[in-house]
């Protein structure tokens, strides 16, 4: 017998202890928190949710966001001497970067001036426009350098919706899939929630992120719901993503 009524569960309910790898906290070096207050409003906002150890992973995109280890360091230092003025918020905070695959990537892989997660995972990103150019020969690249591709929220990317083997094929490349919660409650659309919902489904994540930039991002994902099937298929994920990053 169908169930057309499936009981709806909240995603945030199930997220305690999450090592979140793909945020935009660090004060004032992306389109992210402007401020320290900022960055400690979205803090409290996890910490309400039970997310207290954070991967901070804020753009590094040639001619938008000139990013660097010096001025990233710069704002996670900021960050951490004003936390130790905040009574009450107890968190963990680490620092890498979400890199475009774009003109200026591979010069700095090349240079050894990516920031990878824990050393091993560089989170990259692609143009929500069109694909990368260099994506295949940059991701060729990344695993010579005995690093980890982990891609941020293939569902975002639109184009590669009417071809559903390039999925397939980037994963045979070796590049991991990370992700955004938001996807799943509909943030960026109904196009996006569905094909996470298809990515999920075919066990195609291997790590989930926020993404979160503003407030309002954490509001959102109080709000997801899912159905049982859904979350039977993002629980292994949730804890893949705690057992690799967690501290």
């Not at 990317?157 to 509909?186: A, D, T």
């Amino acid at each position: 017998m169908f169930h057309f009524f499936q009981k709806k569960i909240f995603l945030a309910d199930y997220l305690h202890g999450l090592v979140d790898i793909h945020n935009h906290i660090l004060p004032g070096i992306d389109d992210g928190a402007k401020t320290v207050n900022k960055s400690v409003e979205l803090l409290r906002g996890f910490s309400d949710l039970g997310v207290t150890e954070f991967i901070c992973t804020p753009h590094i995109m040639h001619n938008y966001y000139n990013n660097t280890e010096e001025t990233i360091l710069s704002a996670y230092t900021m960050l951490k001497e004003h936390l130790s003025k905040v009574d009450s918020l107890e968190v963990s905070l680490d620092f890498a970067a979400e890199h475009m695959i774009d003109d200026n990537f591979e010069h700095l892989l090349s240079t050894k001036k990516v920031l990878p997660i824990k050393g091993e995972y560089l989170l990259i990103e692609m143009s929500y426009l069109q694909p990368s150019i260099n994506f295949d020969v940059s991701v060729e690249k990344i695993t010579k350098e005995r690093l980890f591709p982990v891609l941020a929220h293939p569902e975002r990317y639109l184009y590669l919706k009417p071809k559903k083997g390039e999925y397939i094929r980037y994963k045979q490349k070796g590049v991991h899939f990370q992700l955004n919660l938001l996807s799943l409650g509909g943030h960026y659309g109904a196009d996006v929630q569905k094909i996470a919902h298809s990515l999920l489904d075919s066990g195609m994540y291997e790590y989930v992120g926020s993404d979160v930039h503003k407030i309002h991002h954490i509001e959102a994902l109080k709000s997801v719901k899912l159905n049982e099937r859904l979350l039977n298929k993002i629980l292994p994920v949730l804890e893949n993503t705690k057992s690799t990053f967690g501290s």
